[in-house]
């Protein structure tokens, strides 16, 4: 007989990753296609040497580094085994079954999965049709019940932000016993808007203490593979959060790695520049093509293809080229090198849209 496991996870399904076989192009996981700097790999390959030590716990270099690039106290800094371990933290922090957590939809696939894991009920509200956040209609959801709000910005899948004025009114609408969490994964991507606004999480947080912020390492600053995300914060969220974290979290080589790339950050900052100009460049493409494409300040773009989404990805796939559906409404696309994005203009060309 198996053992007695939690019937309720049977409705819970598993986090599924972007596909990947040898040779395809890897346009589903918003990952970067340039390996890590020269300067980044001799930290990676010198701390090797010390991995029979266990990590520091409080990663006490890095939070003070991380604090050092945001302008904050160590206090108002965690880390954690990528941001995604961060969300979970929160939401453990937060909730009691029968708690709700509230996000846009579509949004995160981890939102749910995480929420309904800690026993407590996911609240989703549709995005709008321009693929943004919905924020009075999230304000609205708001309940006695609700502990957590995630507001992804810019959102994944849609690429969308909201605008900084729009979010200042929500958080200052948000009672203050309910945690905002500024998931800002994609943070380095975003540029200013037409009217000149530019949201940064942290400066929203830094007099309110029911916001918190979620950066990773993983995207602009390439370490996918290494697991560091940070979360910046109210002091007492920050504390909770280490209560729930799994001991040495963030391990000795992703400490370092992530203590090299702050280090190298203009460097790496700058390669975000060209990521920008090559999705202006594919947006523009695809429009000229004929496809609506939502607003995207991320490294991907969005196609709200409906029904088309599920045969496109796969036609894609079988054209070596790997692209992300999400049921039925849309494909994402992330933003790979010039030749990659190409061979993916050279397919939408031709794809049915
Ligand atoms: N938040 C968002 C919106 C994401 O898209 C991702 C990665 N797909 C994460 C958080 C988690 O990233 P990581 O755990 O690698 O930091």
């Known amino acids: 007989m198996t053992a007695r496991i ?3 996870l049977d409705a819970i399904p598993a986090y599924v990753p972007g596909r990947n076989f040898p040779g395809a192009i890897k346009l589903a ?16 390959a010198e701390s090797v040497s010390t991995v029979n030590r266990y990590p520091d716990i409080r990663a006490t270099a890095l939070v003070d580094a991380v604090a050092a690039h945001v302008k904050v106290g160590p206090a108002n800094v965690a880390v954690g085994n990528g941001s995604v371990a961060l969300c979970q933290e929160v939401v453990q922090i937060m909730c009691s079954p029968g708690d709700e957590v509230v996000y846009a939809w579509r949004s995160f696939e981890a939102y749910p999965i995480i929420a309904r894991v800690a026993g407590a009920t996911p609240v989703e509200v549709p995005l709008n049709e321009d693929h943004v956040h919905d924020l009075d209609a999230m304000l609205a959801a708001i309940t006695e019940r609700t502990r957590v709000v995630f507001v992804c910005n810019p959102n994944n899948p849609s690429g969308t932000v909201v605008a900084r004025s729009a979010l200042e009114r929500f958080l200052d609408a948000v009672p203050a016993h309910v945690l905002v969490v500024l998931d800002e994964a994609y943070f380095e991507y975003a540029r200013e808007n037409p009217e000149g606004e530019y949201t940064d999480g942290v400066e929203l947080a830094r007099d309110r203490r029911n916001v918190l912020v979620l950066r990773t390492f993983s995207k602009a600053y390439g370490l996918a593979g290494l697991r560091v995300g940070y979360a910046i914060g109210d002091p007492a969220v920050i504390t909770a959060m280490s209560k729930v974290r799994i001991a040495f979290a963030v391990s000795s080589v992703a400490q370092q790695a992530a203590l090299a790339s702050l280090e190298a950050k203009d460097e790496l900052l700058a390669r975000t ?4 100009a090559e999705r202006e460049r594919i947006r523009s493409a695809l429009i000229e093509l004929g496809y609506d494409v939502a607003h995207s300040e991320a490294n991907f773009v969005f196609l709200p293809l409906g029904t088309l989404s599920g045969p496109y990805t796969e036609a894609a796939a079988e054209a070596g080229i790997l692209l992300r559906a999400y049921g039925n409404d849309g494909v994402r696309i992330t933003i790979g090198d010039p030749h990659e994005n190409d061979t993916f203009l050279k397919y939408a060309a031709t794809a049915a849209h």
Do not use: A, F, W, Y
Request: aromatic share 0%.
């Open 6 to 8: 939690r019937t309720d």
């Open 29 to 44: 996981s918003n990952e970067t296609t340039q390996g890590p700097l020269p300067g980044v790999r001799e930290k990676i």
């Open 273 to 276: 520049d060209t990521l920008v």
